[in-house]
T-cell receptor, first 115, second 113 residues
Framework: DSGVTQTPKHLITATGQRVTLRCSPR?????VYWYQQSLDQGLQFLIQ???????AKGNILERFSAQQFPDLHSELNLSSLELGDSALYFC??????????????FGPGTRLTVL | AQTVTQSQPEMSVQEAETVTLSCTYDTSESDYYLFWYKQPPSRQMILVIRQEAYKQQNATENRFSVNFQKAAKSFSLKISDSQLGDAAMYFCAYKGNTDKLIFGTGTRLQVFP
């Protein structure tokens, strides 16, 4: 158990819908990362938040957005869902030691299926 | 841009034997970190081992060790005394000046009794 929690574990929805994925980081971790794992794209970085503020953006679609709340939990919002958005979405957290060995610990993931 | 390449889509090993998974990367950065993550059928991403690029000594964690060749930009994972529970996808990952992890495509390891 990494200490990172994600809900829900599974999500099945229809095209055009909107969903919210939730992540709680490990105790003491200030940085949260979202990754997408799909068959065709592999594991890709989406976005990072650090202490409530957006820190870095990766290959995140405009239909997707995220935020980190004062209690440090994070939510990833996916809207106007398409079949291709079906994937495993991981949240990871770290302390974030600038320039140092900062290890990311992953949650169990949320499996999103868009029908 | 940094890239990570895992050229072995699948590997197999007999229980109690040793297997080496390959990983190469491309970067122009001088300071970076390398990781191996394991993804068993449960899909959980589990950290196996990590290496700081400035350290010449290869990292070791119990039965897992790496062969880090900085000049060759190679970071292979050696699993000794393989166990059935080692069967999983293994991902090599790079972290440079940005905080994000860049992953390879993974190697599926099968362990036979």
């Amino acid at each position: 158990d990494s200490g990172v929690t994600q809900t829900p574990k599974h999500l099945i929805t229809a095209t055009g819908q909107r969903v919210t994925l939730r992540c709680s980081p490990r105790s003491g971790d200030l940085s949260v990362y979202w990754y997408q794992q799909s068959l065709d794209q592999g594991l890709q970085f989406l976005i990072q938040y650090y202490n409530g503020e957006e820190r870095a953006k990766g290959n995140i679609l405009e239909r997707f957005s995220a935020q980190q709340f004062p209690d440090l939990h994070s939510e990833l919002n996916l809207s106007s869902l398409e079949l291709g958005d079906s994937a495993l979405y991981f949240c990871a957290s770290s302390v974030r030691i600038a320039g140092g060995l900062d290890t990311q610990y992953f949650g169990p993931g949320t499996r999103l299926t868009v029908l | 841009a940094q890239t990570v390449t895992q050229s072995q889509p699948e590997m197999s090993v007999q229980e109690a034997e040793t297997v080496t998974l390959s990983c190469t990367y491309d970067t122009s950065e001088s300071d970076y970190y390398l990781f191996w993550y394991k993804q068993p059928p449960s899909r959980q991403m589990i950290l196996v081992i990590r290496q700081e690029a400035y350290k010449q000594q290869n990292a070791t964690e119990n039965r897992f060790s790496v062969n880090f060749q900085k000049a060759a930009k190679s970071f292979s994972l050696k699993i000794s005394d393989s166990q059935l529970g080692d069967a999983a996808m293994y991902f090599c990952a790079y972290k440079g000046n940005t905080d994000k992890l860049i992953f390879g495509t993974g190697t599926r390891l099968q362990v036979f009794p």
